[in-house]
C-alpha cells in the first residue's frame, strides 16, 4: 500500500530499507553474544549483571523488530 508523502520528507528505497533492516539484525545478534559473554564473565567474578542484561534486552528487540519487517516485506 504506498501513501502519498510530501516532497520534504526524505524516503528511503526499497533497497536502502532491506539493507538497514539486515545489519540492524546481525547488529541484534551481536549485542546478544557480547551481553550473554559479558553475563557469564561478570557473574563469575560477583559483579553487578546490568550492562549485560542491557545489551542482550536490546539486542532481542533489535532482532524481533527486523525480523518481522524482513519477513513481512518478502
Not at 4 to 16: G, M
Not at 22 to 29: D, E, T, W
Request: net charge positive; hydrophobic share 55%; with cysteine.
Amino acid at each position: 500500500m504506498k501513501y502519498p508523502f510530501p516532497d520534504f520528507v526524505p524516503v528511503p528505497s526499497y533497497e536502502a530499507m532491506l539493507t538497514i533492516s539486515i545489519v540492524s539484525l546481525f547488529v541484534g545478534i551481536c549485542l546478544v553474544c557480547l551481553g550473554l559473554l559479558l553475563l557469564f564473565l561478570r557473574k563469575r567474578k560477583g559483579k553487578k549483571t546490568t550492562i549485560p542484561w542491557v545489551c542482550v534486552s536490546i539486542g532481542i528487540i533489535l532482532i524481533a523488530n527486523h525480523s518481522a519487517q524482513l519477513l513481512f516485506n518478502l
